[in-house]
């Protein structure tokens, strides 16, 4: 046996039906498992949905089963594997993503991540695997664990292969493929020692599992962020236990995983700076922390070491999804200073070390009333070991900085004691920001309309998150675009910084109701938004909230972004940045005549001149919706005209009401005064107009959206979308 599989041996499991009696119309073997923490299962959540709905609900069991050495524990089944024995608990769904009723379409195959934690009983002394910290390349080696029949005969397989590439969300594996059985069962680096992926099936000629790193997607799950932080929690400081104490029972009955890991080529000096016992270590500090607020909180933090280690800003041009903090120190693994040609000197160590002391800090000045100070103490004390015995002078002495204070203000956060200690105060912001884009082009063939979604840095770089260019239906852009969004959002708030967004549309859409929708995804069935049934949840949960409601949201245009900003643009952007703000009819008639219903557009360019005889500060506003009729060719005017503010109602309603709409928006533009100033003011009244009682009391009315367009940025996601090519016949 080698040294792999007799260490994956015993974290590894099957999954079956409870006792002997199980129901006839049910296989009593489901798949497979392995234990990533004490007491905790992963596997795959079409395994678990063999047992049927109220397994997946937790309200049925499953029978658990797993190999131990003979002797570890007397009571312990013999079984005749040499030297072997099994034993046996009772597992219970905590998580599922997704469940059986969202799982399938069509009955094809259960949709990703397609992954489940199961609490097992009696299973709290078992070895657990090492789960990665980041996503693997390709032409990775791997192994293949887990249980078969497929030679007729119930036991453990191996194979041996190697990572193929990816396919959407799915790690592509070729070699030894899994068969019957497998799924649920890990992947691991051969080089690293780590699992990387769970064993989901075979398609045609190549393997598929899910990347580990999908674990993530079980935090947006109703309490799913409280199950996983505790389940990985527990996974680091288990590995923190068997290095510390190698001799407590049982586990000197099994290879130590750490060991194992110092001795692989993963590991060697030339690869990282970063041994086993140092990331095991940090791992276990890091998982006593709070955890992060989101993905946005991590990758900031690691690219503002990048930057100090290599004395140059690099954007990622893939974004993470890292919700933890022993992702973000992942990301720094094998980091190298950029010189030309190609190559650098190692510095992931000096990262790593630098991340670790930063996340220490922002703990003590945030956080310090969700940390233990014993805890925080002999954190900060191992950094400041570490850096003590660095190779590099200036590297401890930026760590001990970090340090400096962070004991004089335990327990001091809101208390005002900080200000004792004006040297030592927190860091200041990070002047970088990261908003978000959402492109929607032109429409395409079928009347669909392609989509991208995009991470802008310090309002110049672009990073990419999700794209469609074949395109959906309009009705379906709020389903399509719930998950990136949600995505995208997550690794751009950091800090104090809450990302705004901007929604680049063709002007047909303009009325498209982006600021109510919401980011928590809809119940099968369609009945409203997960969360809408327990309102406490909605308190707590930003994400049942219409986003226009907590964030900035408005409206540039896709056409005129795709082209050189003309004069008139510029020269009016000037106007209403510096103000002060005024409001004028975007038709051109009295304030007093409203919209008349069933208004049609007096020809072309009719508002035009108007339009072009405001003042470059004035805003147009229009009591209606502006995607089609009179709306839509005033609004083709403004822009011609180069207002890159303008305020509208996109809702129908009673002509009565444009007098109150009209007054709301000249106050609305008085408060903000300047284009800048706008967002809070329109978030203010949007949160106001949500509340009827509110709204009645105060006069307000409509669905306000806004156009706030500025001319001085680069015209982001303004490449044109086109449709793929048509496939050749047969093709």
């Known amino acids: 046996m080698s040294a792999f599989a007799e260490m994956v041996r015993p974290s590894l499991a099957r999954i079956g039906a409870p006792g002997d009696g199980y129901a006839t119309d049910r296989d009593p073997y489901w798949g497979s498992g392995f234990f990533i923490a004490p007491g905790w299962l992963l596997t795959c959540a079409h395994v678990v949905g063999k047992g049927g709905a109220a397994v997946c609900r937790g309200e049925s069991a499953m029978s658990v089963t797993w190999l131990e050495r003979t002797g570890a524990h007397g009571w312990a089944e013999r079984t005749g594997t040499g030297g072997w024995v099994e034993r046996t608990g009772t597992g219970t769904a905590r998580l599922l993503a997704p469940r059986p009723e969202a799982a399938r379409q069509e009955r094809g195959p259960w949709a990703f991540p397609d992954l489940a934690l199961v609490r097992v009983g009696g299973a709290d002394d078992v070895p657990c695997l090492w789960l990665a910290d980041r996503e693997a390349g390709p032409r990775t080696p791997v192994g293949l664990y887990g249980w078969s029949v497929q030679t007729g005969e119930l036991g453990i397989r191996h194979g041996d292969g190697e990572l193929a590439g990816a396919d959407a969300r799915a790690l592509l594996l070729t070699g030894s493929l899994p068969v019957g059985g497998l799924s649920g069962g890990p992947v691991l680096d051969l080089r690293h020692g780590s699992v990387i992926g769970v064993i989901k099936g075979r398609g045609t000629g190549d393997g598929v599992a899910v990347p580990v790193t999908a674990l993530s997607e079980l935090l947006d799950l109703r309490d799913g962020g409280r199950t996983v932080r505790e389940v990985l929690r527990a996974h680091d400081l288990h590995h923190l236990r068997r290095l510390e104490d190698t001799s407590s029972s049982p586990f000197p009955a099994y290879p130590d995983w750490t060991s194992l890991q110092a001795e692989l080529p993963g590991h060697a000096p030339s690869v990282t700076g970063i041994d086993a016992?140092?990331?095991?270590?940090?791992?276990?500090?890091?998982?006593?922390?709070?955890?992060?607020?989101?993905?946005?909180?991590?990758?900031?933090?690691?690219?503002d070491v990048k930057e100090q280690v290599r004395g140059e800003r690099l954007l990622s041009l893939v974004p993470h999804n890292v919700r933890t903090w022993r992702e973000g120190a992942g990301l720094l693994s094998g980091l190298r200073t950029v010189q030309p040609g190609g190559g650098g000197t190692l510095v992931d160590l000096d990262a790593v070390l630098l991340y670790a002391a930063k996340a220490a800090r922002r703990t003590a000045w945030e956080h310090a009333d969700e940390v233990d100070p014993a805890r925080l103490r002999a954190f900060t004390s191992w950094i400041a070991g570490q850096a003590a015995g660095h190779r590099h002078w200036a590297v401890g002495e930026a760590v001990r900085a970090l340090l400096d204070g962070i004991d004089d203000h335990e327990g001091s956060s809101g208390t005002g004691e900080a200000e004792e200690h004006p040297a030592s105060g927190p860091p200041a912001p990070p002047a970088a920001r990261t908003d978000?884009?959402?492109?929607?082009?032109?429409?395409?063939?079928?009347?669909?309309?392609?989509?991208s979604v995009q991470l802008i840095h310090d309002g110049q770089d672009v990073t990419p998150v999700a794209a469609d260019d074949r395109g959906v239906r309009a009705d379906d852009l709020v389903r399509e675009l719930r998950e990136p969004?949600?995505?995208?959002?997550?690794?751009?708030?950091?800090?104090?910084?809450?990302?705004?967004?901007?929604?680049?549309?063709?002007?047909?859409?303009?009325?498209?109701?982006?600021?109510?929708?919401?980011?928590?995804p809809e119940p099968p069935g369609g009945e409203g938004p997960v969360g809408d049934e327990d309102a406490e949840d909605e308190w707590v949960d930003e994400r049942a909230m219409p986003l226009g409601m907590r964030r900035t949201v408005v409206v540039r245009d896709?056409?005129?972004?795709?082209?050189?900003?003309?004069?008139?643009?510029?020269?009016?952007?000037?106007?209403?940045?510096?103000?002060?703000?005024?409001?004028?009819?975007?038709?051109?008639?009295?304030?007093?005549?409203?919209?008349?219903?069933?208004?049609?557009?007096?020809?072309r360019f009719a508002y035009y001149g108007a339009l072009t005889g405001?003042?470059?500060?004035?805003?147009?506003?229009?009591?209606?919706?502006?995607?089609?009729?009179?709306?839509?060719a005033a609004m083709n005017d403004a822009l011609r005209a180069g207002h890159p503010v303008v305020l509208w109602r996109r809702d129908r309603h009673d002509h009565e009401e444009c007098g109150a709409f009209h007054r709301q928006a000249v106050d609305l533009l008085k408060a903000a005064r300047q284009a800048g100033e706008l967002r809070g003011p329109v978030r203010d009244l949007r949160i106001r107009l949500a509340d009827p009682d509110t709204a009645r009391a105060q006069g307000l009315c409509g669905k306000i959206a806004v156009l706030l367009d500025p001319p001085d940025r680069p015209p982001f996601g303004a490449e044109a979308m086109r449709p793929p090519p048509q496939a050749a016949p047969g093709g």
């Open 558 to 603: 896709v056409r005129r972004n795709a082209l050189a900003p003309s004069p008139e643009w510029r020269r009016r952007w000037n106007g209403v940045r510096t103000g002060p703000l005024a409001a004028e009819t975007l038709h051109g008639r009295p304030a007093a005549e409203g919209h008349p219903p069933g208004a049609r557009p007096g020809g």
């Open 614 to 632: 405001m003042a470059d500060a004035c805003v147009p506003v229009y009591c209606g919706p502006v995607g089609s009729g009179e709306g839509l």
């Open 436 to 451: 978000v884009l959402v492109k929607v082009g032109a429409p395409m063939y079928d009347d669909r309309y392609p989509w």
């Open 485 to 520: 969004l949600a995505r995208a959002l997550s690794q751009s708030d950091h800090g104090e910084h809450l990302a705004a967004i901007e929604v680049f549309l063709p002007r047909r859409l303009f009325d498209l109701p982006v600021d109510e929708w919401q980011l928590l």
């Open 277 to 303: 016992e140092l990331r095991t270590r940090l791992y276990g500090h890091l998982a006593h922390l709070p955890p992060p607020a989101g993905a946005g909180e991590v990758v900031h933090l690691v690219e």
